[in-house]
């Protein structure tokens, strides 16, 4: 049972409070970053490819809309399924990043390929995330790129001749994976492939990376790693055909949490045996918390009590872990320092500083460090205002420890609509309420 239902759109959401151990089964929607990886291959492919159980957000309804824009046949079937029937790229197009990470970097390379002007803008905080990476990118192979308004930032302007010869290309990406990722996507459509290096203080998120690369790989383009930090895709065609997405095992993370929080077990099915998503590394994360975490033929499952321990976590590998760790942290008995994260400054919002902000807003003690948090455990946390800053992420943060924390109210539980739009139903159904 809870506490809490539901608000009316446009006021906080008052998060539900657990009161009982939850005892749930949670399927959960495709994968996101697999949603959108396919979708530009399939736009790139050399046949039609079926894309199976894709998830249907925000971020993959702006990614559909921007490569039908540039001229891809793209149908929604009834079962959600989606069709994808490559065309020409030969018509002028607006594209609208919304506040996707994914589409406005991953879009441009694909739109230099295009024989038009392809114009680029999103979000107003779309226009503050760095997209300075993408666009010396591309000028340095050859695209005529125009930023006239802020330099390396979205709004922007692709003036493509329908080739991009490739070859060469050094970037730093320390700021994020997804412009190299964005990179390598298109990178089997240029004339001479793409070697592809990273220069660079770090380079965050590397199993996006992986991800990326095993997603071409499986469309049978040839891909390799030679050294460190250096990429090289041979030009050739994309395979089309059928491809299934996977479960998002980052939007599995406030689930699985909720165990920890309220007691009892959570099991999301159709866990994969091996993945590439960085949120498989919740099942080591969670048993250092506290977590009993089983895997068998019916899913992931992780089991809690209650009780919740800090962690000293080097995050790099995938931050956006990191609103779910820090919650969690918040409730914990021990201290946390969740370091290797500097990169999340540049996300949706600065989430460093807003997991901090909303944080000791309600009690809790918690300080930025250059590149993380550290998060002291407290007895003083009160129900209030949740602030979510256009971001999914911080919504679902709010509302792991409004589990534990009565009168936690959700600022906009809709922005989880980005990744996961039924987030909130299944919450409750979670915790077994009624929508």
């Given at each position: 049972m809870t506490s809490a239902s539901y608000s009316p759109a446009g006021t906080p959401w008052p998060a539900p409070t657990a009161e009982a151990p939850i005892h749930a089964t949670v399927a959960l929607p495709g994968s996101k970053s697999l949603t959108?990886?396919?979708?530009?291959?399939?736009?790139?492919?050399?046949?039609?490819?079926?894309?199976?159980?894709?998830?249907?957000s925000r971020d993959s309804r702006l990614m559909i809309e921007a490569l039908r824009s540039l001229g891809t046949g793209i149908e929604i079937m009834d079962n959600g399924d989606i069709l994808v029937t490559p065309a020409p790229f030969d018509q002028p197009a607006k594209i609208d990043c919304g506040l996707a990470g994914t589409v406005m970097r991953?879009?441009?390379?694909?739109?230099a390929l295009s024989s038009e002007v392809i114009e680029f803008d999103g979000d107003e905080a779309a226009r503050r995330r760095p997209m300075d990476v993408t666009i010396s990118s591309l000028r340095d192979l050859g695209v005529f790129v125009i930023d006239d308004i802020v330099k390396g930032s979205l709004?922007?302007?692709?003036?493509?001749e329908g080739s991009v010869a490739g070859g060469e290309l050094t970037v730093d990406a320390s700021s994020s994976s997804q412009f190299v990722s964005g990179l390598l996507l298109a990178a089997a459509r240029f004339e001479d492939g793409l070697v592809l290096r990273h220069e660079g203080e770090h380079l965050p998120s590397m199993p996006h990376i992986e991800m990326t690369l095993d997603c071409l790989a499986k469309r049978g383009v040839k891909v390799s790693s030679p050294e460190q930090a250096v990429w090289v895709v041979?030009?050739?065609p994309i395979a089309g055909g059928e491809v299934a997405?996977?479960?998002d095992l980052s939007n599995a993370g406030p689930f699985l949490a909720a165990a920890m929080v309220a007691g009892g077990s959570v099991t999301v099915p159709h866990w994969p045996t091996s993945t590439t998503q960085v949120g498989d590394e919740f099942d080591g994360i969670l048993q250092k918390m506290g977590a009993i975490v089983t895997r068998n033929e019916?899913?992931?499952t992780v089991t809690g009590n209650g009780k919740i321990h800090?962690?000293?976590?080097?995050?790099?590998?995938?931050?956006?872990?990191t609103p779910v760790i820090a919650a969690l942290a918040a409730i914990a008995d021990s201290p946390t320092r969740i370091s290797g994260v500097a990169h999340l400054r540049g996300h949706e919002t600065d989430r460093l500083a807003a997991l901090a902000t909303e944080i000791n807003r309600i009690g809790g003690i918690a300080r930025e460090t250059p590149d993380g948090l550290e998060i002291d455990p407290s007895d003083r946390l009160v129900g209030g205002l949740w602030r979510?800053?256009?971001?999914h992420r911080m919504a679902t943060a709010g509302a792991i420890i409004g589990l534990r924390v009565p009168g936690i109210e959700i600022e906009d539980i809709k922005t989880t609509s980005k990744t996961m739009p039924d987030f909130d139903k299944l919450w409750l159904k979670m915790l077994g309420g009624n929508a």
């Open positions: 959108n990886r396919e979708l530009v291959l399939s736009a790139l492919a050399a046949e039609p490819t079926l894309l199976t159980a894709p998830l249907e991953f879009v441009p390379p694909v739109a709004p922007f302007r692709i003036h493509g041979e030009p050739g997405i996977e479960p019916h899913g992931l800090g962690i000293d976590i080097d995050l790099s590998i995938g931050g956006e872990l979510t800053y256009e971001d």
